[in-house]
């Protein structure tokens, strides 16, 4: 069971990006994979989360109108896009996977990792 | 800043108990499970504690977690050197209708 997320990437404000996260080893539309972010030397923060089987999303009240999360089951991986970056998104950007029992059981599986440098 | 406060950091010596607060309120640790993770340096973080008090498969019997009132605990006993990481809480809140994380406690063994 794994999530493998895509590389780095290096951008300017107001640019648009759209990272990945693959899901393998488990049924992909089954469970809800969710997005975390953690700015530079700071803690971990909850962005939203994706059902795969019916791309439902739910976004942190934080996150709401500021990234869209979203998911392609036919392919097995959810994304996290920005339409206009700002330099405050630089950090670094986790895929996790909920327990199919809930926040409960909580994240039982992450991403490696992708980390999002904005500057101009 | 996060609805969950620990304490910044924590230290111990090779082999001593060190245990770690988290402490919030009546619509999210008050009503719910609480999830701890364990984050070495410059990695992913990991699942270390689940429901509270469960470990999930491959985590050491010495990690335990336990709850009360709308304040939770992570304890280490017989710390290790490789248990130096940062150590977060975290939970559903019902009023802000997201899952929250604490505020980070680094442990460092001395």
């Known amino acids: 069971v794994q999530l493998v997320q895509s590389g780095a990437e290096v951008k300017k404000p107001g640019d648009s990006l759209k990272i990945s996260c693959k899901g393998s080893?488990?049924?992909?539309?089954?469970?809800?994979i969710g997005w975390v972010r953690q700015m530079p030397g700071k803690g971990l923060e909850w962005m939203g989360i994706v059902y795969p089987g019916d791309s439902e999303n739910r976004y942190s009240p934080s996150f709401q109108g500021q990234v869209t999360i979203s998911a392609d089951k036919s392919i097995g991986t959810a994304y996290l896009q920005w339409s206009s970056l700002k330099a405050s998104d630089t950090g670094i950007y986790y895929c996790?996977?909920?327990?199919?029992?809930?926040?409960?059981?909580?994240?039982?599986?992450w991403g490696q990792g992708t980390t999002v440098s904005v500057s101009s | 800043q996060s609805v969950l406060t620990q304490p910044p950091s924590t230290s111990g010596t090779p082999g001593q108990r060190v245990t770690i607060s988290c402490s919030g309120s009546s619509s999210n640790i008050g009503s719910n499970s609480v999830n701890w993770y364990q984050q070495l340096p410059r990695t992913a973080p990991k699942l270390l504690i689940y429901n509270t008090h469960e470990r999930p498969s491959g985590v050491p019997d010495r990690f335990s977690g336990s709850k009360s009132g709308t304040s939770a605990s992570l304890a280490i006993s017989g710390l290790q050197s490789e248990d130096e990481a940062d150590y977060y809480c975290a939970t559903w809140d019902g009023s802000l209708n997201a899952y929250v994380f604490g505020t980070a406690t680094k442990v460092t063994v001395l």
């Open positions: 080893g488990y049924s992909f539309s089954n469970y809800w």
């Open positions: 996790v996977r909920r327990s199919d029992y809930g926040f409960h059981y909580g994240l039982d599986v």
